[in-house]
């Protein structure tokens, strides 16, 4: 038992912060299938009308247990629906004001438990393949992945201690409370009555400013796709292009693809007009993906411009872009409602956010800059070069350079290889344009060819070998005569035939669920950049 205590201590006390993080990134995945399915938990509690309460708390447990069945955790392991119900009869007839409460100290208690239950099994190779489908959904954090493997290796245990642990795991929840990251006192290990309602009358006092907020209404009518006047876009002249060498200086101002580039897609057109036709499919990051898929194949977008903006105004948060209302900004949500507005021409003149708020709460994020931030500071500043493209002074960060480049803690041997590289040298450029990218060419090239298949892919999935192409062509490995470069083109190309009918894999399927649609979607957008960095070469090669 002190072997299985001390595990759960140390694993607590090293991985603290990256446990919350990936705490509250499932979080927010859970609160957006809750916007999804129309539950919505800001609603005032209904007094006196049990039924009805117990339908709104019933479909927020089906939420809840729908997002951890989509990675991995079977229904029946879930058992929580009992508990729930019963915690929320005796705490609404308190000062409980709405269910969003309910969620936040009861439903997040039975999420928080499975997800370290995850992180548990992982570290003891109980089982590896949730956390890979948690890596599929981008609900990790940074490096996450490694840094368990890490954990994983420094562990001291003996085969019997490791027997030992394993088979009290069933009694984890007893002995640990995974939501805090602490181990509870044994002589009280259940929560009573008045600790919940403690817990929910301080949580009232620190939200009380937010409940106040009436919830936006959604009125927009969304018309059929084939009566809107839909958006024609072309690039804009005017419209700084910078360095303009390097992928990520097409962000706000996409170009077209060229006629003959254009014949190497295939991409079910049909299919993908019909997504418009279902808007609450689409959530920020997913919008700018279907919207840059338009810019580069050169047709009209199927919305309208209201249409947008509707869409738009459920993730801004004090007029800075959000993953949703009420919560906290992010540089990653900025960087996808500034890329939108940028490529439909709203930037100078839409009122939902506030320019300036939005470079203040970017620039802040760098002030204190820490390199190994790889994913944060890369949207940072991916947003930040979208404002100086329309024009906005911003502060010096070349000295942020000699830090990024001196960052040496990419693992060549990790899957996350590719993305973490992919941010790693733009970050330099984006820090510093003068720096010759071509020097990184001898430390990174054999590293990132280890990484081809035989089926000339890259971790066996198109968007890392989308990425390595980006990769690629930053190094000045840009040209047809390079085996690399042909064999990673000729597998994108081949491979990618997206928005199609057929390939439905149980539930998991671009037009039945929002998180499949949006991994084809990345993956469409991945593929057309690296058809926009290699037009002459992918021409080429076909």
């Not at 000699?402 to 040496?408: A, D, R, Y």
Request: net charge negative; proline share 2%.
């Amino acid at each position: 038992m002190e072997v299985f205590k001390n595990f759960l201590k140390e694993l607590s006390q090293s991985l603290r912060v990256e446990i919350f993080d990936f705490y509250q990134r499932f979080d927010s995945y859970t609160l957006d299938l809750l916007e999804h399915k129309n539950v919505d938990i800001d609603i005032a509690i209904i007094r006196n009308n049990e039924d009805q309460n117990i339908v709104i708390i019933n479909s927020i447990v089906e939420t809840i247990a729908s997002a951890l069945n989509s990675i991995g955790i079977s229904s029946t392991s879930i058992d929580f629906k009992g508990n729930l119900t019963k915690e929320f009869l005796v705490v609404s007839k308190s000062g409980l004001t709405n269910y969003r409460e309910l969620f936040e100290f009861v439903g997040k208690e039975t999420i928080n438990m499975n997800l370290f239950n995850i992180i548990f099994e992982y570290i003891l190779d109980i089982d590896t393949e949730k956390l890979d489908n948690l890596d599929l959904f981008d609900l990790l954090p940074d490096n996450f992945k490694s840094k368990l493997n890490d954990f994983k290796k420094n562990l001291f245990f003996q085969d019997k201690d490791k027997i030992k642990v394993k088979s009290l795991s069933s009694g984890l929840e007893k002995l640990f409370n995974t939501t805090s990251l602490k181990m509870r006192d044994e002589t009280n290990s259940n929560n009573n009555a008045d600790e919940i309602l403690k817990k929910l009358h301080d949580a009232k006092e620190q939200n009380i400013e937010t409940l106040k907020i009436p919830a936006l209404q959604d009125t927009q009518q969304y018309s059929p796709v084939e009566e809107q006047d839909d958006f024609v876009l072309e690039p804009d002249i005017s419209y700084k292009s910078l360095n303009g060498d390097y992928y990520y200086d097409l962000f706000g101002n996409l170009p077209i693809l060229k006629s003959e580039s254009k014949k190497l897609l295939k991409i079910d057109l049909t299919n993908l007009k019909s997504i418009a036709k279902e808007p609450e499919f689409l959530d920020l990051e997913s919008l700018f993906y279907y919207i840059s898929i338009y810019k580069i194949i050169g047709l009209p977008i199927p919305f309208k411009t209201e249409e947008i903006i509707n869409i738009l105004t459920r993730y801004i948060s004090g007029k800075i872009f959000s993953t949703g209302m009420y919560h906290i900004s992010n540089p990653l949500s900025n960087f996808f409602g500034l890329s939108i507005i940028s490529e439909l021409k709203l930037i100078d003149d839409i009122e939902i956010i506030d320019l300036l708020d939005i470079e203040m709460f970017l620039e802040n994020e760098l002030k204190l800059y820490l390199p190994q931030k790889l994913l944060l500071n890369y949207f940072t500043l991916l947003s930040l070069r979208i404002l100086e493209k329309r024009g906005v002074i911003l502060i010096e960060k070349t000295h942020l350079v000699s830090e990024q480049i001196n960052f040496k803690q990419i693992n060549k041997d990790e899957k996350s290889l590719p993305l973490d590289l992919l941010c790693q040298l733009s970050l330099i450029k984006l820090l510093d344009d003068k720096i010759d990218l071509t020097l990184f060419k001898a430390s990174y090239k054999e590293p990132l060819k280890l990484l081809i298949s035989k089926k000339g892919l890259v971790n066996d999935n198109l968007t890392d070998t989308a990425r390595v192409l980006l990769i690629f062509k930053m190094l000045g490995i840009n040209s047809k005569d390079d085996s690399s470069v042909n064999i990673l083109l000729n597998s994108v190309i081949s491979n990618v035939d997206v928005f199609q009918e057929t390939k439905k894999i149980n539930n998991f399927h671009w037009s039945n669920d929002k998180w499949a649609l949006k991994v084809e979607l990345r993956m469409t957008f991945w593929f057309l950049v690296v058809l926009l960095q290699y037009e002459n070469v992918a021409e080429a090669t076909n």
